[in-house]
């Protein structure tokens, strides 16, 4: 990173001593190996990303997806079983890739879960699977 120099005139730093375009108070200059973030309300992570940002409420159905293929490893895999499996994996790599799941992928996941039948309908992880897709499809 380069070292902030303070414009005295103005009140404001440049990068590196080089000089760049204004804006009110605030010269910016050129930025390396580092992040700049100006004005409120700012989220900065300096540093690689797995996937894209999700809301909290994607976030929470990724985790409940998670947990719940993890569960499913544990039962006899039966047809439905499966396809709900399968669905779980695709919908948890949609979520990871863009940040969220299409209403179509939820919709399916629904039906899914209800044709798993009460084995899943037991499993705690699948009631809040169940309870994260309601909540993102308004019902």
Same mark, same amino acid.
């Given at each position: 990173?380069?070292?902030?120099?303070?414009?005295?005139?103005?009140?404001?730093?440049?990068?590196? $001593?080089?000089?760049?375009?204004?804006?009110?108070?605030?010269?910016?200059?050129?930025?390396?190996?580092?992040?700049?973030?100006?004005?409120?309300?700012?989220?900065?992570?300096?540093?690689?990303?797995? $996937?894209?940002?999700?809301?909290?409420?994607?976030?929470?159905?990724?985790?409940?997806?998670?947990?719940?293929?993890?569960?499913?490893?544990?039962?006899?895999?039966?047809?439905?079983?499966?396809?709900?499996?399968?669905?779980?994996?695709?919908?948890?790599?949609?979520?990871?890739?863009?940040?969220?799941?299409?209403?179509?992928? !939820?919709?399916? !996941?629904?039906?899914? !879960?209800?044709?798993? $039948?009460?084995?899943?309908?037991?499993?705690?992880?699948?009631?809040?699977?169940?309870?994260?897709? $309601?909540?993102?499809?308004?019902?």
């Amino acid at each position: 990173m380069g070292t902030a120099e303070r414009d005295e005139e103005s009140g404001a730093g440049t990068a590196g $001593g080089q000089s760049g375009r204004r804006f009110g108070n605030i010269r910016i200059g050129n930025v390396r190996g580092g992040v700049v973030g100006i004005g409120d309300g700012n989220h900065i992570v300096n540093g690689a990303q797995d $996937g894209a940002v999700c809301d909290p409420a994607y976030e929470e159905l990724l985790r409940a997806v998670q947990q719940l293929s993890a569960d499913l490893e544990r039962l006899v895999a039966g047809p439905e079983v499966s396809a709900l499996s399968d669905e779980l994996t695709d919908t948890q790599g949609e979520i990871q890739r863009t940040g969220r799941a299409g209403a179509g992928r !939820l919709a399916r !996941l629904r039906v899914l !879960l209800q044709d798993a $039948g009460a084995g899943v309908g037991m499993l705690a992880s699948g009631v809040a699977v169940g309870q994260a897709v $309601g909540a993102l499809l308004g019902g």
